[in-house]
């Protein structure tokens, strides 16, 4: 590696492209780094995109965040990108619950503007998928929860549903409502995930302040977000963005080098690795952490999400939950997705936890669940299917289960100047785009935390200064 002299800019590599990189990378080029983001794939983004099918322009999944993913939204705001999100003024969840005789139950997860706990208290009272017993165990189980300390490691040590279970849940409030919300967050069911990560999930979401359950999502294509405004300010700033680049091993010294597929070496004084976690396993120098061989053991949940274009509008709200049905949530996507045909509607099944479903063919998705969306949307036993397809992301999140705190590695290494970031990496939250975003913030602040650069004083939320 050649010398270089202290006034020349610090120079940065991030390795991927999806949000923990494009976070990191603008945060290091704000600070004067010189910095080329590496991107394996056509486009930025990581694993929330859109691509062309025909003239439908589909999202690999239905992609949700919460008023409280405050990193997230700083983002959105840092690319310019806010007008292209919805968020609720207040949270409201339809759920449906269609019993095996096909009766049908509707009702509401909604929020008052009362402090919390109150906030929730007139929609639960009101709940029809839980008895008053129920309710009742709920708010206990909810107190005792809100009074848990998420700094216990022991937290960790457990999984939600005994937890659950010691503290009077019953199958029925699991099913209608700690998995309900649990399974979509956390992609596994109460059984299957960390109570640490459960307990922060609910405590920040439900029981921290008034708004913060209130969801938020795209109102165009996760494209038109996660690659055009990023790119686009990646470019401004003087950000080198290589796509279709693969880097293949990292050289450590005092400036490292990253050698690509092709042979070509980059130098840098930072190096970022902000993939997927095994292809920073892959790449991570022997000796970078402690027990590195253990980030083998940081297994991965599967998401599943089917898309249904009938010729006709069979649903008239933009989302539901669904409770006794294989069927989890069920999105309206047509208004953004270009759907050209005349009256058509484009729905969306978003499942998590599908273990058993992610590798079945799609004739046997299509037999599972149209049947399933006859049952619970009324009129799509008459409509016809004009299209009928499914998404596969087999490596979507990370593993919540019990013992997962300890395998999630900081964003410093053992070697000075190199780097971790994904929503994989200790954040304290499960695998979504607000712990992305929070890994990039955390890379980016201990590579300028080195090089003694400083960026204007943030909001202390993880977020862009306004």
């Known amino acids: ?43 930025l983004g990581g694993l929330a995109f859109s691509f062309r099918r025909g003239d439908l322009v589909v999202d690999n999944g239905q992609h949700v965040f919460l008023r409280c993913c405050t990193a997230y939204r700083g983002l959105l705001d840092r690319l310019g990108a806010g007008r292209l999100v919805d968020l609720q003024p207040r949270l ?73 279970r010691r503290n009077g849940q019953t199958p029925a409030t699991v099913a209608a409502l700690w998995d309900l919300v649990g399974v979509a967050t956390l992609n596994a069911t109460a059984e299957q995930t960390s109570l640490a990560l459960a307990a922060m999930v609910f405590k920040t979401g439900l029981l921290s302040d008034p708004g913060a359950s209130d969801m938020g999502m795209a109102n165009v294509p996760l494209g038109r977000i996660h690659h ?9 700033l003087g950000v080198q963005v290589r796509l279709r680049t693969r880097a293949a091993e990292i050289k450590p010294a005092d400036r490292h080098g990253v050698r690509l597929e092709d042979g070509e070496l980059l130098a840098a004084d930072t190096v970022v690795l902000a993939g997927a976690q095994e292809s920073a396993a892959a790449l991570l120098p ?34 539901f939950a669904a ?11 047509t208004a953004h997705s ?22 079945l063919p799609v004739a046997a998705l299509r037999e599972r669940y149209l049947p399933e969306l006859e049952r619970l949307v009324p009129g799509a036993r008459e409509a016809e299917v004009l299209d009928f397809f499914v998404t596969r992301e087999r490596t979507a999140t990370f593993d919540p289960a019990p ?4 395998l999630r590695p900081s964003a410093v290494t053992g070697i000075p100047g190199l780097l971790l970031a994904g929503s994989w990496t ?41």
């Open 426 to 466: 200790a954040t304290g939250w499960p695998a979504t785009m607000e712990s992305a975003v929070r890994s990039g913030h955390a890379a980016a602040d201990a590579a300028l935390a080195r090089s003694g650069r400083r960026l204007p004083a943030d909001r202390g939320d993880g977020r862009w200064p306004r």
């Open 323 to 333: 409770l006794g049905s294989p069927v989890q949530w069920v999105f309206d996507r």
């Open 403 to 406: 013992g997962t705190a300890r």
């Open 228 to 236: 055009d405004a990023a790119a686009a300010e990646l470019e401004r």
């Open 92 to 164: 409201d969840v339809p759920v449906l619950g269609v019993a095996p005789d096909g009766r049908r139950t509707f009702g509401r997860l909604r929020r008052a503007g009362l402090p919390v706990p109150l906030h929730l208290a007139a929609s639960l009272a009101g709940y029809p998928h839980l008895g008053p017993a129920d309710r009742l165990r709920v708010v206990r189980a909810a107190l005792a929860l809100k009074a848990l300390d998420l700094a216990d490691p022991a937290l960790d040590g457990i999984s939600f549903g005994t937890w659950l």
């Open 338 to 359: 270009g759907l050209g045909v005349p009256g058509a509607q484009y729905l969306a099944l978003s499942q998590s936890a599908v273990q058993a479903e992610i590798d």
């Open 1 to 43: 590696m050649t010398a270089r002299t202290t006034a020349e800019r610090p120079t940065a590599v991030v390795v991927g492209g999806g949000l923990a990189g494009i976070t990191a990378a603008l945060r290091l080029a704000e600070a004067d780094h010189r910095v080329t983001l590496l991107e394996t794939r056509p486009r």
């Open 286 to 319: 022997a000796g970078a952490l402690p027990d590195q061989h253990r980030l083998g053991e940081l297994g991965h949940a599967p998401i599943l999400n089917v898309h249904v274009v009938y010729d006709r509008t069979l649903l008239r709200r933009p989302f």
